[in-house]
């Protein structure tokens, strides 16, 4: 029993890194912009059919590179063509527009690639068990753990210790007095929407390489990025981080005992965070209310 | 009376007219009644989210729940207790407006985004439900077995299970009702409240207005009616299902109140109208429906927020 | 404050012209839906063409037309040309529904085809059956619809869960042996799935344990761990869609291959064909299979067929195929296209081999409504020349046989008088 508490924990970890991934890029943009972006899970469908694409040509690596690129460059595009002419404005408008543009790319994507599932392959290397006892973890899901921690802490160091990254911090607090020392908050807003496109497209080709292709993938993914937020405090990063890697375990977990409830779980832990600490694990009181 | 009053009047006398002969023209547009009936629990359901989000200034995300919660209990209520159409219409109010009344307590601190999100996660809790529970609400298949019963007033009986323009009626009729229940809550005092706290929450605060608790009752309000709606879409169908809980559905409500104009008091109902329209015409003509429908919010969103009746309103910026 | 104007302006027209082009791209794509024509025969068609179930409807639709186009070619149905009216239900109930009305009320349509969602598929037996329209469903699974839910106006032509698990436990039990693991989908179908294998494997002296997980269930670590660690002759993939195909990746990922069977139910061709290599494997049902050297038919449907969509057809083609012509047949015996006419005349119809493309009795029993067609028993395998060579026949299992009697289903055929 021990053991295989022990198995679905690590397994947990590993599908919560995955979460954290898909959480942190939304979070950054409801952070400094306010923008729920429910497009999110298209720019991670975007990502790995950009992959699918690219795979061809550069192999699995050289897409997992420019992939999240790609990704990242649509991004920016989508929020200089779409998404700043909303800011000004009441909230509700954001929402509708994400909500709008997430039709649009899922239908794109469907009509470019077709309604039936795709693979992405992955270099067999990575297809194999680590040992015969831990059979289900397969070289790829570390990878896909490595590659969250590196993209992860390189998020983080971005936003501690560069000139940019620090600025997106401070916008996140405060961003009239940002833009009143002269900073230019709608190129700041404009690279932060990048960064979080990146980190979908990123998410995507990871996900891409387990799960296939296919123009839905990203609506199931997207309810448990809002939850990790919200359980880990809307405006907090960590919090997020803490919030995904703490469903993927939760979800892990309850299907040793009853994998009936595994999905069910998460929105418990939700409903219990909302009940008990509204503003989540670490979230400040007042961000956003 | 003077020209603004008069100018009231006519539209609300034209709109009228127009939906007790529906009937009669929708056929030459290459309508069908129970397309009509759709549209009309759409706008019932926008309307109702309108008290919200255009007469109070609150944004929510998520109130596709309780239009589901009132399809469901009006369901279930035929299916498992009696086939009474009003009892399950009850029904349906109460289990959508009490859950909607009960969430508001949680959220009547929040405002903006996180308000929004919240909404959203709580409707995908009522989805995640009604799909779970399988052997009581029918999961993912649907809640189904059961039918509208007829309406027996004892002299008299109104067959609305079979006859369509029968129930077109019944439908007009309850939407008129809850219609004409919103505008007087909208020209009370009550009422007045609310735009004093779309306007400018913070010095309605500082008139010494209970905000939280104005707040809640609008949500509550608002709630109670999107139930009456579910419960008449559940009518509709004489199924209810998981979709009609989740978050799509919930955007949808938001796009069709948007469109039509969100502060214009029948703004709503043009939006159900064109929504409806579009969708059943455009999806007829494609399999690409969805980048068209996509498309029409973008654009909605970009050049016209203040939605149709929005253009024919003078003053107010959004 | 103009040139902000300036700015906005010239941003919606670059915009409108770029909404413009993919729009105009959009509209000549090659999914446009036949124009509406004064024709007399129409058949409407309610089908998930987006959503998640979209590669199966894509597929079934692409057959209805084609057979249409056939049937048109040989002189239409009671000598008139037939228009096949397509309808995206969106996979929501709402809209099917909504759908239905519109092709019934407004199309006049004389006959319902859809859905492959099966609670799409009831909500529309409750439309087709108050407005009298026949109703056949090709391609939704649930037991119900021709058990306990059973309707005068409603035929399905593809498989009960009764009939596939009937046919295959049997081949495997022999196969590999009785002791058997479930993953299966935690919902009506599936667990109807399960409750039929799990009576017929106890029946022959099984034992099993299993999980139920949640329909999109994308990672199966934790129950292929328990799966292991069960050690079962076989494993059943119950899943449907990506999550079936998921479950089999990560199956053969963790090596499990090498120590237990895998088999299911149904394994439909759209998803096979979407597989890596080693993921084309197991033992399950096909209800229909284009590779079926002794039934001559089939050969000249192939051949017919695959040059116009460009590959082989699979069952989904043959479902939409099989209900139309069901719908000519009965119009043809009835010589009319009044519901209540034609569902008495399709009642044990026996079909001939250039519709049915099968050997044998193949009719709708007048007991459910049910199809009773052949299922095959076969082995997955990568390609062998054909790219669509994916399936080898082993065994095959007349529906008759696998049904079991109308008792069983719980069907209690009422006409109206």
């Known amino acids: 029993m021990f053991q295989v508490v022990m198995f679905n924990l690590t397994n947990g970890l590993i599908v919560g890194a995955f979460y954290v991934l898909m959480a942190l890029g939304l979070s950054m943009i409801i952070n400094l912009s306010n923008v729920v972006n429910f497009a999110h899970g298209n720019f991670l469908a975007l990502g790995g059919y950009f992959a699918f694409m690219l795979t061809p040509y550069v192999g699995f690596w050289g897409a997992l590179l420019i992939s999240p690129l790609l990704t990242a460059v649509f991004g920016y595009a989508i929020e200089q063509l779409l998404i700043k002419h909303v800011y000004a404005r009441n909230h509700i408008y954001s929402l509708l527009l994400t909500f709008g543009l997430g039709f649009i790319l899922q239908d794109v994507c469907r009509f470019f690639w077709g309604p039936s599932p795709l693979p992405l392959g992955i270099p067999d290397s990575l297809s194999t068990p680590i040992t015969a006892d831990l059979f289900f973890i397969t070289w790829y899901r570390v990878f896909m753990v490595a590659v969250v921690i590196v993209a992860v802490s390189g998020l983080f160091a971005f936003l501690k210790y560069t000139r940019v990254g620090m600025r997106i911090r401070a916008g996140t607090l405060d961003l009239d007095t940002v833009s009143a020392l002269g900073v230019n908050v709608a190129a700041l807003r404009s690279y932060n929407f990048a960064v979080g496109s990146y980190l979908a497209g990123l998410a995507g080709v990871l996900a891409a390489g387990q799960i296939g292709l296919n123009p839905n993938m990203g609506d199931d993914l997207i309810m448990p990025s809002f939850i990790a937020i919200i359980v880990g405090g809307v405006g907090s990063l960590t919090g997020t981080l803490l919030g995904g890697l703490l469903i993927g375990v939760a979800a892990a977990l309850t299907t040793v005992f009853y994998p009936a409830a595994s999905e069910a779980v998460i929105y418990v832990i939700m409903a219990v965070v909302l009940l008990l600490r509204p503003r989540g694990l670490l979230g400040e009181e007042g961000m956003l209310s | 009376m003077n020209a603004l009053i008069r100018h009231k009047y006519a539209t609300t006398a034209i709109i009228w007219a127009l939906l007790l002969t529906v009937p009669y023209w929708l056929p030459m547009f290459g309508g069908y009644t129970a397309l009509a009936g759709r549209v009309l629990v759409f706008a019932m359901a926008a309307m109702s989210f309108n008290l919200l989000l255009g007469f109070t200034g609150i944004m929510s995300f998520g109130h596709a729940a309780y239009f589901g919660l009132g399809a469901y209990g009006c369901g279930l209520f035929l299916k498992y207790v009696t086939a009474s159409t009003p009892l399950a219409m009850l029904a349906g109010t109460l289990l959508g407006g009490i859950a909607g009344t009960l969430f508001g307590l949680l959220l009547v601190r929040r405002r903006g985004v996180y308000f929004a999100m919240v909404t959203i996660a709580f409707g995908q809790v009522c989805f995640y439900i009604a799909y779970k529970w399988d052997d009581f609400t029918g999961g993912y298949d649907g809640l189904r077995g059961f039918a509208r019963a007829a309406l027996d007033f004892g002299a008299f009986k109104i067959d609305i299970a079979n006859n369509s323009t029968a129930f077109y009626f019944f439908i007009l009729a309850v939407f008129g009702l809850a219609a004409i229940l919103q505008a007087f809550l909208l020209k009370s005092p009550f009422g007045r409240t609310m735009l004093a706290i779309r306007e400018n929450e913070r010095r309605a605060r500082f008139l010494g207005l209970p905000i939280e608790k104005h707040i809640w009752l609008s949500f509550s309000i608002s709630c109670f009616f999107t139930a009456l709606a579910g419960s008449l879409y559940a009518l509709l169908n004489n199924f209810a299902d998981p979709l009609g809980l989740n978050y799509i559905m919930s955007g949808n409500i938001v796009m069709i109140t948007v469109m039509g104009g969100m502060r214009a008091f029948w703004g709503p109902l043009i939006g159900a109208v064109l929504f409806v329209a579009l969708q059943d015409y455009v999806s007829s003509m494609t399999t690409n429906w969805m980048f068209f429908v996509g498309l029409t919010f973008v654009c909605v969103v970009l050049f016209f927020p203040r939605g149709l009746m929005g253009m024919f309103q003078k003053g107010a910026r959004t | ?417």
């Open chain 3, 1 to 417: 404050m103009v040139a902000l104007i300036e700015s906005v302006v010239s941003g919606r027209r670059s915009l409108l012209k770029g909404a413009a082009l993919v729009g105009g791209l959009q509209v000549a794509s090659p999914f446009i839906i036949k124009a509406r024509g004064e024709t007399p025969v129409k058949l409407g068609m309610v089908d998930p063409i987006t959503g998640s179930l979209s590669a199966l409807a894509v597929t079934e639709v692409e057959g209805a037309k084609w057979t249409v186009e056939q049937i048109n070619k040989s002189g239409g149905i009671l000598g008139r040309p037939v228009e096949l009216l397509i309808e995206d239900s969106a996979n929501d109930t709402g809209t099917g529904v909504q759908k239905t009305h519109k092709l019934i009320e407004r199309d006049n349509v004389d006959a319902i085809i859809g859905d492959v969602n099966s609670g799409i598929a009831y909500a529309m037996m409750g439309v087709t059956k108050e407005k009298g329209i026949l109703h056949i469903v090709p391609g939704g699974h649930t037991d119900p619809i021709t058990g306990t839910d059973c309707a005068w106006n409603t035929f399905r032509t593809c498989n009960t869960t009764a009939m596939d698990t009937s046919a295959i436990t049997g081949e495997l039990v022999k196969r590999f042996g009785k002791k058997w693991f479930f993953i299966t989908p935690d919902y009506a179908y599936g667990k109807t799935l399960q409750a039929n294998f799990v009576k017929k494997l106890t029946a022959l002296g099984g034992e099993f344990q299993g999980d139920m997980l949640p329909i999109a269930t994308s990672d199966f670590s934790a129950t292929l761990i328990k799966a292991k660690a069960y050690k079962p002759n076989v494993l059943l993939n119950n899943m449907g869609g990506s999550a079936q195909i998921n479950c089999m990746k990560q199956f053969l990922q963790f090596g499990m291959g090498k120590e237990m069977a895998l088999g299911g139910a149904l394994f439909e061709l759209e998803s096979v064909r979407s597989v890596p290599k080693e993921a084309q494997a197991g033992w399950w049902c096909m209800e229909w299979y284009w590779n079926t050297p002794d039934v001559p038919a089939v050969k000249t449907f192939v051949d017919a067929i695959s040059p116009v969509i460009g590959r082989k057809p699979t069952a989904r083609h043959w479902m939409a195929y099989v209900s139309i012509h069901a719908v000519r047949l009965a119009a043809e015996k009835a010589k009319s296209l009044k519901g209540i006419d034609m569902a008495r005349a399709l009642a044990d119809l026996p079909l001939p081999p250039e519709v049915s493309l099968m050997s044998g009795n193949i009719r709708y029993r007048a007991g459910d409504h049910q199809l009773m067609s052949n299922i095959q028993i076969g082995e997955m395998h990568p390609p062998a020349k054909d790219p669509d060579d994916l399936f080898t026949v082993a065994a095959t299992v007349t529906g008759d046989e696998a049904a079991g009697s109308v008792e069983s289903t719980g069907c209690k055929m009422v006409f109206p008088s």
